[in-house]
């Protein structure tokens, strides 16, 4: 599917179907003109309420305003409504609040976010329609907007958004057919295309370099676990950052076995590092001067005769001593080894990226991403790059009282809390001490265990993997460069 930009007048441009946006229930502009077909249909306007009008060959959908994200989630609905439509062309207006690029970027997103549908196991995949959707320079207040300073907007967008459905297509293959081995060829195919250098290590390095921590989860499966190290470089690179994936290929639990109802689902449980491929994908192919690391534990947590325990020790790469209370409480097990491997790398900012704790919906509901971290600026940072790409993000506080629930008698640190509430920060807080003084306030940890996945459409996210944090982080490491530019 294609999105074009066209400096053309909307009435110009050739079309199998028209999109009219209906805003704050307002019928009052000239390009609504099917007021007796509206009325006929009863629509009143509201937000995401759809009207095909047939013969004329136009759609109307409502939105409250033209803020980025209604737009976003209207383009997305259209999308949707069309999936079992054989229009094969649409066209619609620039439509945006403050800046033309603002909703360029909104409207290309919501296209092809919204038009995602995946389909690899079935027998019969339905056919998509829509190969085109043709934006006019036409603005909706009258205006006319010449392409040249929209043209890169739109391909960025473009570019990203085919990044989020590159990281939803990961999430969503099944366990048996993405595992470890296999996310290190994904990430090796990425590699090549896109020029980045890449590096995939075994379990006889992992055993060398001491991260135990992932050797042992990954124990009772047939698939060896891997570290896969992607990086992007640039000539004059502004800044340099690690991002950290969970790449959980599968979460049976491991002998804390999970709940039937509670593992299902749990292949999503290898979305940060999808994420982190989504973030390598889309800035290596828009450009982007920082020097950026991702480094990813993709490792399956099972049950067999070599399960690693509860009552188990493991001595993590930095030393460090873990008594294992919960083998559930695997993800930060893993990202302490990476954590640690990512230091080494001497990066300017390090954020890890995991599907982390249920305790995180529970605070923050099923759509948010939790941000924690020492430094309130730095997590400001990334609330502000939320509020910018339209993924819905919140802070969870550290105190000092939480800090103690982690506490063990036989080893430094224990893998779960002593306490049932605050999860989602003693995880955090876990993180933490696999994170040197000197890089506490240089570290995010994001966890996306409520927003990557979900079995019912939402927004302009589809049934299954989302692609959580791709956009987020693109839109974070991009401002880091910019503010950079500016001291
Ligand atoms: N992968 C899960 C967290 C999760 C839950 C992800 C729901 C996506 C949706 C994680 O490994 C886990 O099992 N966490 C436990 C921690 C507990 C044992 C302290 C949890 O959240 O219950
Ligand atoms: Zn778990
Ligand atoms: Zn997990």
């Known amino acids: 599917m294609k999105i074009t930009f066209e400096d053309k007048k909307l009435n110009q441009i050739k079309a199998d179907c028209e999109i009219i946006v209906v805003i704050d229930k307002n019928f009052d502009h000239h390009w609504v003109r099917d007021g007796v077909d509206l009325k006929v249909l009863n629509f009143k306007g509201k937000a995401n309420e759809i009207a095909l009008i047939l013969e004329k060959k136009r759609l109307y959908i409502g939105v409250e305003s033209l803020s980025h994200d209604e737009l976003r989630e209207a383009a997305a609905f259209v999308a949707r409504f069309l999936a079992d439509k054989s229009f094969v062309s649409l066209k ?10 603002e909703g360029v970027k909104a409207l290309a997103e919501g296209f092809v976010l919204g038009f995602y549908n995946f389909q690899q196991y079935k027998t019969k995949p339905e056919k ?7 934006i006019s320079s036409e603005a909706f207040d009258g205006k006319f907007i010449d392409s040249k300073f929209l043209k890169k907007t739109l391909d960025d967008s473009l570019k990203i958004a085919g990044a989020v459905n590159f990281t939803r297509d990961i999430v969503n293959q099944i366990p048996a057919d993405l595992t470890p081995l296999r996310l290190s060829v994904i990430a ?14 075994g379990e006889e390095y992992l055993k060398k370099v001491g991260m135990n921590a992932i050797l042992a989860v990954g124990k009772a499966s047939p698939y060896p676990a891997q570290l896969i190290h992607l990086t992007y470089k640039t000539k004059k690179p502004k800044i340099k950052i690690a991002l950290v994936g969970k790449g959980l290929t599968y979460d049976s639990g491991g002998l804390s076995l999970k709940s039937s109802p509670n593992m299902l689902t749990m292949k999503c449980d290898k979305s940060g590092a999808s994420a982190v491929l989504g973030v390598m994908k889309a800035i290596s192919e828009i450009g982007i001067e920082a020097e950026v690391h991702g480094v990813i534990g993709a490792v399956e947590n099972m049950i067999g005769q070599h399960s690693f325990k509860p009552d188990d020790v493991l001595r993590a790469k930095n030393g460090k001593t873990i008594e294992v209370r919960n083998t559930d409480a695997e993800g ?20 890890d990226i995991a599907t982390l704790t249920g305790a995180c919906m529970v605070a923050l ?6 941000v924690m971290g020492h430094s309130s600026e730095l997590n400001k940072s ?3 790059a939320g509020d910018e790409s339209g993924e819905l993000i919140a802070e969870l506080p550290f105190n000092r009282f939480l800090k103690k629930l982690i506490k063990s008698e036989v080893a430094d640190i224990s893998n779960i809390s002593s306490s049932s509430y605050g999860g989602a920060i003693t995880a955090a807080i876990f993180l933490s001490e696999f994170i040197s003084e000197k890089y506490k306030d240089k570290w995010i940890h994001l966890d996306i265990a409520g927003p990557a996945y979900k079995e019912i459409a939402w927004g302009y996210h589809p049934y299954g993997a989302s692609g959580a ?6 839109e974070w490491i991009k401002s880091k460069v910019e503010n950079d530019r500016l001291d």
């Open 92 to 101: 619609i207006g620039l439509y945006f609040k403050k800046e033309a690029s």
């Open 128 to 134: 998509l329609f829509v190969e085109k959707v043709i």
């Open 188 to 201: 090796k195919e990425l590699a090549k295309k896109n020029s980045l250098e890449v590096k995939v290590y």
């Open 332 to 351: 930060r097990l893993v990202l302490a080894d990476c954590l640690c491997y990512a230091e080494e790398l001497k990066p300017d900012f390090i954020i």
């Open 365 to 370: 509901g099923e759509y948010t991403i939790g």
């Open 382 to 384: 990334i609330m502000q």
């Open 469 to 474: 944090g791709v956009r987020l982080l693109v």
